[in-house]
Each structure stands twice: as structure tokens, then as C-alpha cells.
């Protein structure tokens, strides 16, 4: 009798066991399982892969791009020419992460795949177009890679291309172009095809010492030997004024400053002086200040600047 009371009870235990997982709602982890296998879950879940992929790309380039920057500039400061090609890398390195992050993109999303397939394969006409658009993008970078292997200037040089007027110092050295930054503080954008195949006039070539001219008109009444005189005192006095000369030639008594009549114009005589200078832009100002300093002294030696007059002859 007690087996079988206790048969009854198992038997009553099973029911209820099976009318409670009846009432009783789904797990969650069943409800999670059902979602991410219907078609919003999955849509979901590519969304999220694709804000990693976009946040990890963000993030890698940040750190690749600060890493470089960090590197040109200490190469700057030192004045390697090996900044220019580090600056060049920094863009090839920053497209290369975008490509890859681009190209997880379209993996994960179906929708991109298939469109970006579709256009590649029955894209005959448009691979047409697309290539005459980056035929100028695909030559600035291949003269951006001629410049980096011939050097003929390097971030840090002061620049003139003369067919374009423009003057300044080579500020980087990107994919397509190179930035020029002037005397004014502006910025000129010129595709690495014009600079690679325009003559540029680098005054930090080679040598950064360079020499400027200072032409000075006096009239003929003045003393132009006294004015000779002045000129080179006024030229020698400057700090900034390098002394070109040679130990030979110091030896043999070369003056310090060259300076010379250079003509005899029309209502002028035409003096020059031979301004040397560490540098471009050292060179310049010292011209400015010795056309200052000159103006007083000339004055003060009554020595007659020569300027345009008009006679008027009345019969």
C-alpha cells in the first residue's frame, strides 16, 4: 500500500512539474536567444560591430597619428631631413587604417558588400571614370614619393617657385600636396605634381648662408668715394653681417664688405653692397635695418639720395 501511495504522489509531482513550465515564462536567456536570432537581433548586433570597428579605428588612428607628429617634430627641431619622410608616412599610415576600417565595415554589413560587388563587377564604365578622376590624385602621389627620394627641399626650407610668385617655408609634405607657409602666416596648397615639375628656387639648399644685394642711388653731385666708405661701415657694423672671406683672402687684405659702383644711370649713380647673412630671413631683416641706419647717416655725411625730377622749360 505504501508503494503504491508513493507511486500516486510521483505521478502528481510530474503534473504539476509540467503545468508549471507551462504557466512559468521563458528563461532570459532563451528571450535573448530568440532575439538575436531573429532579424532585428542580428541587425542589432551588426550595428554594434560596426561602432567598435568605427571607435577602434578612431582610437588607432589618434595614437598612430600623435606617435607620428610627436616624431616630425623632434626631427624638425633638429633640422633632419628625415622629417619629411615621416610626415609623408603619417598620411600613408592614417589611409592605410582607413581602408582596413572601411573594409570591415562593408564585411560585416551584407547590404555594403553586395552594392560595392554589383558595382565592381558591372562597373566597366565607371572603373573608366574613376580612374581619369584620380589620374591627378595618383600623379601628386607619385611625385609626392619623387620628392621624398631626390629631396630637392625638405620640411623646414624656405621656397620661391618663380612661374607661381610664391615664397615660403615648406610646412609638410602630404599625399597630393605640399603646404607653403609665408611671410604673411597664410598657407599655399600646391599639388606635389606642380612643385615636382616646376623649377623652385630652395635658398636653404646646400648651403643656408646666402647673399643679398643693396643697391643704393646717389645723385652725381654727391661724393660717391665718401659714399662708398659709408656704405661699408654701415654694412661691417651690423651684427647679423657674416664675413665671407677666406683665410687667404683676409690675409691678402680683402676688405671686409664688397661694395662697388654699379652704374651710372640716367639721373643716378648706382651703388651696391654685398649683404651676407646666416640665413634668408636674417639676411632680409638686416637689409631693412641698414636701409634705415643709411638714410641717417647719409644724411648726417650730406650725401644726396637720388630721386626723379622734373624740369619744366618755359620759352
Known amino acids: 500500500m505504501a508503494e503504491g501511495l508513493n ?34 537581433g542580428l541587425l542589432g548586433v551588426r550595428g554594434l560591430v560596426v561602432v567598435a570597428i568605427i571607435l577602434i579605428g578612431a582610437l588607432v588612428s589618434r595614437v598612430v597619428n600623435r606617435a607620428f607628429l610627436k616624431a616630425v617634430n623632434r626631427l624638425r627641431e633638429t633640422r633632419n631631413p628625415n622629417a619629411s619622410v615621416l610626415s609623408f608616412l603619417r598620411y600613408v599610415s592614417l589611409a592605410g587604417i582607413y581602408f582596413i576600417v572601411f573594409s570591415s565595415i562593408v564585411a560585416v554589413v551584407p547590404v555594403l558588400n553586395t552594392i560595392l560587388t554589383t558595382l565592381l563587377t558591372a562597373g566597366g564604365v565607371l572603373a573608366i571614370v574613376a580612374g581619369v578622376a584620380a589620374q591627378e590624385a595618383l600623379g601628386s602621389i607619385a611625385s609626392g614619393v619623387m620628392i621624398l627620394v631626390f629631396k630637392p627641399f625638405i620640411i623646414g626650407d624656405v621656397l620661391r617657385v618663380p612661374s607661381l610668385d610664391v615664397t615660403g617655408t615648406v610646412e609638410d609634405i602630404t599625399l597630393r600636396h605640399t603646404v607653403l607657409k609665408t611671410v604673411e602666416n597664410k598657407r599655399v596648397i600646391i599639388p606635389n605634381s606642380t612643385m615636382n615639375g616646376q623649377v623652385v628656387e630652395n635658398f636653404d639648399y646646400g648651403e643656408k648662408q646666402v647673399c643679398l644685394m643693396l643697391d643704393i642711388s646717389i645723385t652725381y653731385e654727391s661724393d660717391t668715394e665718401r659714399a662708398l666708405s659709408v656704405l661699408a661701415e654701415e654694412v661691417a657694423a651690423h651684427p647679423d653681417y657674416l664675413d665671407p672671406r677666406t683665410p687667404e683672402q683676409i690675409a691678402d687684405g680683402e676688405p671686409l664688405v664688397t661694395v662697388r659702383v654699379q652704374e651710372l644711370a640716367d639721373s643716378a649713380v648706382v651703388l651696391r653692397a654685398l649683404l651676407w647673412g646666416p640665413d634668408n630671413g636674417t639676411a632680409f631683416g638686416m637689409r631693412c635695418d641698414l636701409l634705415r641706419s643709411l638714410k641717417t647717416r647719409f644724411d648726417a655725411e650730406g650725401i644726396a639720395f637720388a630721386y626723379p625730377h622734373m624740369h619744366i622749360v618755359q620759352d
Open 7 to 40: 507511486e500516486g504522489m510521483t505521478d502528481i509531482g510530474e503534473a504539476l512539474t509540467e503545468a508549471a513550465s507551462d504557466v512559468v515564462s521563458p528563461t532570459l536567456t532563451d528571450v535573448v536567444s530568440a532575439f538575436f536570432d531573429s532579424e532585428r
